[in-house]
């Protein structure tokens, strides 16, 4: 059943970027291309940069809040009295 499901995926090929650059040494058709990192010559089959796919998200920073419970006395030995 995996191999049905994958079949189309397989089909498609490996993924080709775009590379951005201002020279192109490739053949008359073909631009520079990067395929599993390895930059190449051909046609890419994807809108993206290799540089935006391989970019990583940036992650939010998270801020923790303590809450510290207020009592006037507490006896010695107990705890949550600050």
Same mark, same amino acid.
Request: positive net charge; glycine residues 8%; charged residues 10%.
């Given at each position: 059943?995996?191999?049905? $499901?994958?079949?189309?995926?397989?089909?498609?090929?490996?993924?080709?970027?775009?590379?951005?650059?201002?020279?192109? &040494?490739?053949?008359?058709?073909?631009?520079? $291309?990067?395929?599993?990192?390895? $930059?190449?010559?051909?046609?890419?089959?994807?809108?993206?940069? &290799?540089?935006?796919?391989?970019? !990583?998200?940036?992650?939010?920073?998270?801020?923790?809040?303590? !809450? !510290?419970?207020?009592?006037?006395?507490?006896?010695?030995?107990?705890?949550?009295? &600050?």
């Amino acid at each position: 059943m995996a191999a049905v $499901i994958a079949a189309p995926a397989a089909a498609q090929g490996p993924k080709t970027c775009a590379v951005p650059s201002h020279t192109n &040494y490739c053949p008359s058709g073909l631009q520079p $291309i990067t395929m599993n990192g390895v $930059i190449c010559c051909g046609k890419p089959n994807q809108s993206q940069t &290799y540089q935006q796919v391989m970019q !990583h998200p940036v992650p939010k920073a998270r801020h923790h809040m303590r !809450h !510290h419970r207020s009592v006037g006395t507490c006896a010695e030995g107990v705890k949550g009295c &600050y």
